[in-house]
């Protein structure tokens, strides 16, 4: 087992003393960001960031502490068994429905207390794009549809299909490739405190222990990686970057009606573009395949680098920084491989 981690105080004070230090150069030197807005772009956006890693990271501590995990992985548990992936990763599968954070942190603890191996880290990682497909689904599809209709439905049964693909994948890969001796440390017979012999108090004071040197640990990270990338997209570095691939990607792959569509879809604002699609597919100028072509191809586009500029603080803050951002490469990576995949079957099938 590890020892009890402790505040990293001054690993703390230098992260933000840096992070203060480039936001103030930025403001006089790159003039990238203003003092009026400094508040408002970054400063409350970066406390909100840090409080959804605090319920995150609570959420998964009072799933530990209250012996709620035999429970949870019996949800998934025929899955990840045939995967040979384990309880304890079937565990964080399913409370990535409720908290990414929380799902990540719980695979990081295993990882760390020898529960479970790199691999299983990994694996588990990418399984849980599925459950993250359907954290963001009530918040577009019933913006998407209304606006782009039959085509709009496509999409998403489209990028459920590469969800569902990518999910298969990796328990085929799990099962063929994982030794079934993975499982011997994390098999079902291995004692679980039960909910009743914990009271509230003892799962209190072992919050409480635990929680502030994990989200000290993370802040240490996640403020100045946030305020970096912060920077970046004030800077337009994102945004030239997408126009860039933009450009490339539609005159080569999709008919150039469609540019505008894409770039307005996924260079823009998400719900702009859809209305660009409904508008171009009422006059006449697109059918519905190339608008569901283009709209998967402005996923490829613009989500990999979107999910680098919200995600990667936090995975760096979750994980050390080099596993952080090869978990997010790697999902990226395999995400953008099964869309297209799926979108060249829908191409060549309908």
Known sequence: MRKARRIPYTSLAVSLLFSVTLVVFSIHSLNAISRAHTFSRLVWPLVRLMLAISVGLVVGELIEATGWTRRLAVIAGPLFRFGRLGNRCSVAFTTAFIS???SNAMLQDY???EKITRKQLYLTNLANQLPAFFAHLPTTFFMVVPITRWAGTLYFILTFIAAVLRMACV??????RLPKEIMAPDDASAPVVAPASRNF???????WKKFPPRLANMAVYVIPIYVVVFILNSMN????TRDWLARFITTSFIPMESLSLVVLSFTAEFASGFAAAGALMDAGVITTQQTVLALIIGNVIAAPIRTLRHQLPWYVGVFSPRMGLE????GQGFRVVSLILVGFLYYVLI
């Open 100 to 102: 990414g954070v929380a």
């Open 111 to 113: 990882y760390k207390d």
């Open 171 to 176: 328990l085929i890969y799990g099962h063929f």
């Open 201 to 207: 108090r003892t799962i209190w004071q072992n919050l």
């Open 237 to 240: 570095v994102f945004d030239i």
């Open 327 to 330: 978990l997010l490469l790697m």
